[in-house]
């Protein structure tokens, strides 16, 4: 018998674990209301600008009673369930366990802790109306290419995309005007899915103005209806 054959056996038993944590994670989610996802990195530091306007960001969300929705953990996450939960808003805090970087912040008011990622990733969209990317690695990467595909393939809806952070963000999206466009890899238009921005306002005016257009809550677009 070869040693792989014990963990095949696992693998039926392990559905019912993914089923159970949809389960959990959706009851909790649906409960939530509107509300905005904010990704970005769990190294920033709370020195930083962008600490500072993550912060800043998810306090307006929530005082247009909009959830701020992060991955729980420290840096970006912290400061946007930080502003959140300050602003005495909903701060929800989408936890997985990493052997290092992570561990769940104390701001998060309503905390969700998965073990599998893909779970992980369909709550971040499945109960979201807008997406906020502060800068990031490769996790922060992952998430704006995996929404952006969404979008552009038009398996949800075409939610705000906002990157927060001129600086950061300009290289990489000349580099996508330069290549993808240019090339013909991506259709013209697709990096209009995308919106560039440092001002924390014009982010909150863009997730609202959203809201408005596309009706009150209880109407609106949920992705993976």
């Known amino acids: 018998m070869s040693e792989s054959t014990p963990f095949i056996h696992e693998d039926p038993w392990r559905i ?3 089923m159970a944590e949809f389960v959990d994670s959706f009851q909790t989610m649906s409960q939530v209301g509107p509300a905005v ?11 930083d600008k962008y600490y500072r306007a993550a912060q800043d960001i ?18 970006i996450m912290e400061a946007a369930n930080k502003g959140a939960s300050h602003a005495g808003g909903k701060s929800v805090g989408l936890n997985i366990e990493l052997p290092f970087e992570q561990a769940g912040n104390k701001y998060a008011n309503v905390p969700v802790h998965f073990h599998y990622f893909f779970a992980r990733k369909v709550c971040f969209v499945k109960y979201s109306l807008g997406f906020v990317y502060m800068p990031g690695g ?3 990467l992952d ?5 952006l595909t969404l979008v552009q393939t038009q398996r949800i809806p075409q ?8 600086e950061h963000w300009k290289g990489l999206v000349a580099w996508m005007k330069t290549r993808l466009e240019k090339d013909k890899l991506i259709s013209p238009g697709d990096l209009d899915l995308l919106k560039i921005t440092d001002d924390v306002d014009e982010v909150i005016a863009i997730i609202r ?7 009150p809550p209880g109407t609106l677009p949920i992705a993976f209806a």
């Open 159 to 166: 939610f705000p995309l906002i990157l927060f952070g001129k």
């Open 58 to 75: 998810a306090k307006g969300l929530a005082k247009h009673n909009l959830a701020v929705v992060t991955g729980g953990g420290p840096g």
């Open 209 to 215: 103005d959203y809201e408005r257009r596309v009706g």
């Open 16 to 18: 019912f674990r993914i």
């Open 143 to 147: 998430e704006l290419f995996e929404v």
């Open 138 to 140: 490769f996790g922060t």
């Open 37 to 47: 996802t904010i990704f970005g990195s769990a190294r920033t530091k709370p020195t």
